[in-house]
């Protein structure tokens, strides 16, 4: 029984010295709590750009249009709520470009679209040792768009286009063949294309719900930050992104379907840490300490 409650006394007096040594030394332990990484919440943050394709009524045969033009940006939150299921929020900003030079038609237009959704992420699968995951997307969303037409160039110039696939500044009739000079487009879609009422379709709204559908893989890049590639699909719910429609009048007619879009990215994801206190052992090491440190001071003011 003595010897038992030796052993009780000799493990106590151990865990006490053990307990001593590492509250002596706080910045150990300060290093330790430093090289650990922070716990994670269920919400993310990012940020997504990349180009936009345009699916209409025009074919676009000839659209001169530099690299960076067509350019679209996201900016999205998501919750995780249950393992494979988050809600996301956010919105996209954009533009999409359309320009047919034919025989029978030369039209173009540029719209502005604003695109604010709500959805689901849907986690499918992952692969190579759950550092990429594929997701699926979805939901719903409100498209406000405003289309513009290049029409005429800086000097108020209008655009004619003649048979010899050239600009002119006039029409294409005998007496201007001499006098007509080439011009370029300026590519600056100065008309709204609602206030010119070129079909007798004023009034038309200027904002249509959409499903977006779309696939997306992402990489973990540690420390909380993923990057995530993929393809949007926008199917929307009317005809007059590209103010072409099937009421159009003239050359101008297109078909009944509606007007969609695809935009195509690539962003970086964050997980957002979650704020937590310092832990409860460091504390007691430190308080620990301070009185370990007063202990010696009264004793030398005593000597």
């Not at 209409?56 to 900016?75: K, T």
């Amino acid at each position: 029984m003595k010897i038992r409650f030796l052993k009780v006394i000799l493990f106590y007096l151990l865990l006490v010295f053990a307990r001593q040594a590492y509250c002596i030394h706080p910045p150990a332990v300060e290093m330790l709590q430093a090289s650990r990484d922070p716990e994670r919440s269920k919400v993310y943050v990012g940020f997504c750009l990349g180009i936009n394709s345009y699916f209409g009524d025009l074919n676009n045969n000839s659209l001169h249009i530099p690299f960076y033009r067509p350019l679209g940006i996201q900016i999205l939150m998501e919750w995780e709520v249950i393992r494979s299921i988050r809600l996301s929020a956010g919105f996209f900003k954009g533009s999409i470009f359309g320009e047919e030079r034919s025989a029978l038609r030369n039209l173009n237009f540029k719209t502005s679209l604003l695109v604010p959704h709500l959805g689901l992420t849907v986690k499918l699968a992952q692969f190579y040792q759950r550092r990429y995951t594929l997701y699926f997307l979805t939901g719903a969303e409100m498209i406000f768009f405003t289309p513009t037409g290049d029409l005429k160039n800086a000097k108020g110039e209008t655009y004619y286009y003649w048979d010899d696939r050239t600009v002119r500044n006039l029409p294409e009739i005998p007496s201007n063949l001499n006098t007509a000079s080439i011009i370029k487009p300026d590519l600056h879609y100065e008309a709204d294309y609602r206030n010119l009422n070129l079909d007798n379709v004023s009034n038309y709204p200027r904002s249509a719900f959409a499903i977006p559908l779309g696939l997306a893989i992402e990489g973990n890049l540690n420390g909380g930050f993923y990057v995530r590639a993929g393809a949007t699909y926008h199917y929307t719910f009317t005809d007059y992104l590209d103010n072409i429609t099937a009421n159009s009048v003239g050359s101008r007619k297109g078909n009944a379907a509606t007007d969609k879009f695809l935009f195509s990215y690539i962003g970086i994801i964050y997980n957002l840490p979650v704020a937590k206190a310092s832990h409860p052992s460091t504390n007691d090491c430190i308080y620990e300490k301070n009185q370990i440190d007063h202990r010696k001071a009264a004793k030398q003011k005593m000597k």
